[in-house]
Nanobody, 125 residues
Framework: QVQLVESGGGLVQAGGSLRLSCAAS????????MAWFRQAPGKEREFVAG????????YSADSVKGRFTISRDNAKNTLYLQMNSLKPEDTALYYC??????????????????WGQGTQVTVSS
């Protein structure tokens, strides 16, 4: 098991930027496939971006391609999500998630065994 704690959310104007972080407790952080999901009120949790164990392969949802970048620092046990050109429709609770088996960029939240508590991102128009 791995404990995950997100930070970096907040209120930002449309067009602005935020950087989310997810600190992981596991000593074997590099064994985990990592991802960011988000959930807006009344909507299902949706995949935002995923990254391979070594960080060399990344995957993004079409809605955020070219604007959001996922990365990880295995030496610091930390996952990041750089969000640029934010839009009001990006407003949601953002979660980081971890799993060991499977493939990087898996968009199915049911496949992830470990979740953080979420950090709120609100984009005003």
């Amino acid at each position: 098991q791995v404990q995950l704690v997100e930070s970096g959310g907040g209120l930002v104007q449309a067009g602005g930027s935020l950087r989310l972080s997810c600190a992981a407790s596991a000593r074997t952080f590099s064994d985990y496939l990592m991802a960011w999901f988000r959930q807006a009120p009344g909507k299902e949790r949706e995949f935002v971006a995923g990254i391979s164990r070594g960080g060399g392969n990344t995957y993004s949802a079409d809605s955020v391609k070219g604007r959001f970048t996922i990365s990880r620092d295995n030496a610091k046990n930390t996952l990041y999500l750089q969000m640029n050109s934010l839009k009001p429709e990006d407003t949601a609770l953002y979660y980081c998630a971890a799993k060991r088996p499977g493939y990087a960029g898996d968009p199915d939240p049911a496949k992830y065994a470990n979740w953080g508590q979420g950090t709120q991102v609100t984009v005003s128009s």
